[in-house]
């Protein structure tokens, strides 16, 4: 396999300068923009859906929702999520040229996409993550933009207005040279989407993170030094989101939410002020560094701008295994302390675990158990360690001859424990964190521990609205129905929100009925043996492709950029 772009680490992409000059067409095109759909797994949150009537999927794709803003205004512009709804005979037919973007777990789909297009005789082009990390995986492709939002992106829209949908004789490469300063993008195309078909909402603050991880390819594709929008950019797409629907929820999809303290803390006051002029209609949720923790008066106006919900990538409870994959951040301070401090704020934290390193032993399973226990973390990301492309894991594990591209397999790493021990013990790990009462019990940890530390929101026109109040009724209906009379663990569901009902507490019974039912669910189809060990697998995902997408509340990269 050639992964020559792989083999150094990728050299930082300098900013435009003297801002960017709007291209001006002088042919009208017609574009078809799809995001193509996710294969079900842990993060897509799919056993959900039926609870919540109108959701479809994760969260909007915010990079191809940017380059749709982007594009000539007076083109015609179609933009189709196949996680929603699949793209028809008839779109294809209606657009010059088609575009799309992913990550490297959609590539059958991309690959469809291409294949479609094609068939209908339109030229299609690809940005994103996944090719512009390995272009090799996409010969067929006619454009391949890498790499972020810039003067490639300029170059492709003028090819496109010269050329429309005749495809090139052979595949063109637009490589970025230049980036858009992220202060100058445009706000994405929120009125191509229906708000209420999404889990959540997303928005994007900075790109890149200052760490260096073995295992993630971040830096590598987005930079170690973090670029940022203003506050002013941000509060902008809040208003364009709800414009189009409350999702109810937003998640910052930063690499790091903090990965520039000082920007954080100068957005916070701004978010805060949105939110009371407008009634709090949103919780936030974002990813950041465990060290998160170390930083009370950010804490402190988190809180009060309404984040609720934080993701860690903890990784393991295990020390030398943290420093073995340089990730040291998580060990400034006690894990299970900084779990209890975000916990003081009112912030549930979200986990990522990763079995499969080196450094573990028969008695990992058992250590992450225990961490779950003591840790009082309902949602854990448990996933089998698979090595990215462009990454120092992919790097090292290559010299070492430790890569297996067997597509049958679980994972394309050469484990130093025996392959299928590694996969039993991720196997009852998932399972057993997800057992019904395990898993209720630490919700009932969050509704006694957590959950009551979080301001008090007012009862503002936003949050009471007829369309909020007739959602909530609808979920908890389908909650009660297919949870409370006819699900398998409904006796474990009634101890808890039968109390809480009688609290009044409402709001926490539907998110922790809502999220349990997929995790529950998740887990038992891990037991059949009808899901991946490892959420970039190839394995399994290719029959049991679904409209649904991802997050992972959860490690979402829904960017192109």
Known sequence: MNLSRNTEELKTVPEMTGGRVPYTPRNHRRILCIFPRYSRSFGTFHH?????????????????????????????????????????????????????????????????????????????????????????????????????????TDKMIAYFDEYGSQRPPQQLIFETTARLPLSEFPVPAYQHVRMENYFLGSVQFSSGCPFRCEFCDIPELYGRNPRLKTPQQILKELDTMLASGNPGA????????????????????????????????????????????????????????????????????EPEALHAIHKDQNLSMPILEAVQTLNSYGMEVVSGIIIGFDTDTPETGDRILEFIRASHIPTLTINLLHALPRTPLWRRLEAEGRLNHDENRESNVEFLMPYEEVVEMWRRTI???????????????????????RIAVPNSPARLSRENILRGLRIMKNLLWHVGLWGSYRKTFWKLAWPALKKGQIEQVIHVGVVGHHLINFAQECARGDEAASFYAQRLRQKNTTATSPKSAIKLPVKLR
């Open 431 to 453: 399972t057993t964190a997800y057992e019904p009462e395990f898993l209720y019990e630490r919700f009932a940890y969050q509704m006694e521990h957590t959950y009551p530390n």
């Open 48 to 152: 959900a859906y039926p609870l919540m009537g109108t959701v479809r999927a994760f969260m909007p794709p915010q990079g191809i929702l940017l380059v749709a803003a982007y594009l000539p205004q007076s083109w015609d512009v179609h933009f189709i999520d196949e996680n929603v709804q699949p793209a028809t005979e008839e779109d294809y037919a209606w657009a010059d040229i088609v575009i799309t973007s992913g990550m490297h777990i959609q590539r059958p789909q991309i690959l469809e996409i291409n294949e479609i297009a094609h068939r209908h005789g339109k030229l299609t082009a690809l940005g994103g993550p996944s090719v512009s990390s390995c272009p090799e995986y996409y010969p067929d492709v006619d454009i391949l933009h890498l790499g972020e939002l810039g003067d490639a």
């Open 250 to 317: 937003v998640y910052f999809v930063d690499d790091n939410f903090i990965g520039n303290r000082r920007a954080v803390m100068e957005l916070l006051p701004h978010l805060i002020d949105w939110q009371k002029a407008n009634g709090y209609p949103l919780q936030f949720a974002c990813e950041a560094t465990l060290n998160i923790a170390q930083s009370p008066k950010l804490l402190e106006m988190m809180r009060e701008a309404y984040f609720c919900t934080i993701f860690c990538g903890i990784e393991t409870p």
